[in-house]
């Protein structure tokens, strides 16, 4: 049975940065599975089109895709 991939736009907040970009999982997966998962790249986040911007200065870039440590995270949600 083929599952279909969604992807879901998402904001995530570390000690330092203010990440923007999308994520692409299952459709019968929730974002918290993504993060728990041990078979969902196990230590990293993969973001797509993602806009970084330092908190503290409030300089931003976009990247095509970014691997975000996700012992990092210190808020993450999904952008409606």
């Known amino acids: 049975m083929k599952l279909n991939n969604q992807q879901t736009s998402i904001v995530v907040y ?3 940065l ?3 970009g999308k994520i ?3 459709e019968a997966t929730r974002l918290t599975d993504v993060l728990n998962s041990k078979s969902y790249n196990k230590d990293f986040l993969a973001i ?3 806009t970084i911007t330092e908190l ?3 300089a931003s870039i976009n990247v095509s895709f ?3 440590n996700k ?3 210190e ?3 999904e952008e409606r």
Do not use: P
């Open 14 to 16: 570390t000690n330092h």
């Open 18 to 20: 203010k990440v923007q």
């Open 24 to 26: 692409n999982f299952d």
């Open 48 to 50: 797509n089109d993602a």
């Open 56 to 58: 503290k200065t409030g």
């Open 66 to 68: 970014l691997s975000l």
């Open 71 to 73: 012992n990092n995270i």
């Open 75 to 77: 808020v993450i949600y």
